[in-house]
């Protein structure tokens, strides 16, 4: 059974950095797959923030493209994301996911992590 | 790129069916066949319902079925049934420019 959980501060200060890890159990994720991650401001919608396949190749939101960076570590078999200059803008739900090669549809969901961007 | 346009919310009561729709542009919901559904109770992480328009994942209920007319998708909730009660977000992945799309949401109310 595959699962994801991610893990990272729950608060963090305006312009520094967020970064959160998403741990993958029950599949390798040097198998296959995108991997992305998702976020939800409190009481909105969702927003695709990035994702990276299994290769190591990334895309990202462009509306967020100066500021994402995700990576993978096949040893660990999780995936990071980095956001930096935050902004309260950014307090968020954020969910990591396991995403269909076609389509990017996010299969598999970790159960969230909300982060607030305060002082 | 623009979010996709969903209604606010829809009601609906028990066993009647529902639909929500989801408008795009020709860049995006009407230029693929890679539109989703997800169901989100509150929280809770979103759950798969539909992808490529009108598939659902294994051990989705038959009850859920999605379809798209130019550049407007929707999901059809027929039987509806309180568990059902939810928001509900379409998505469109852009293949040309590596980009996914939500739709604002729309919330589920059972009568």
């Known amino acids: 059974q595959v699962q994801l959980q991610e893990s990272g501060p729950g608060l963090v200060k305006p312009s520094e950095t967020l970064s959160l890890t998403c741990a993958v159990s029950g599949y390798s994720i040097s198998s296959g797959y995108y991997w992305g991650w998702i976020r939800q401001p409190p009481g909105k919608g969702l927003e695709w923030i990035g994702s990276i396949y299994h290769s190591g190749s990334t895309y990202y939101n462009p509306s967020l493209k100066s500021r994402v960076s995700i990576s993978v570590d096949t040893s660990k078999n999780q995936f990071s994301l980095r956001l930096t200059s935050v902004i309260a803008a950014d307090t968020a739900v954020y969910y990591c996911?396991?995403?269909?090669?076609?389509?990017?549809?996010?299969?598999?969901w970790g159960q969230g992590t909300m982060v607030t961007v305060s002082s | 790129q623009s979010a996709l346009t969903q209604p606010a919310s829809v009601s609906g009561s028990p066993g009647q069916s529902i639909t929500i729709s989801c408008t795009g542009t020709?860049?995006?919901?009407?230029?693929?066949?890679?539109v989703s559904w997800y169901q989100q109770h509150p929280g809770k992480a979103p759950k798969l319902m539909i992808y490529?328009?009108?598939n659902r994942p294994s051990g989705v209920s038959n009850r859920f079925s999605g379809s798209k007319s130019g550049n407007t998708a929707s999901l059809t909730i027929s039987g509806l049934q309180a568990e059902d009660e939810a928001d509900y977000y379409c998505s469109s992945y852009i293949t040309g420019s590596a980009l996914v799309l939500f739709g604002g949401g729309t919330k589920l109310t059972v009568l």
């Open positions: 490529d328009v009108s």
């Open positions: 996911a396991r995403q269909y090669n076609s389509g990017w549809y996010g299969g598999i």
């Open positions: 020709s860049s995006d919901v009407g230029g693929y066949n890679y």
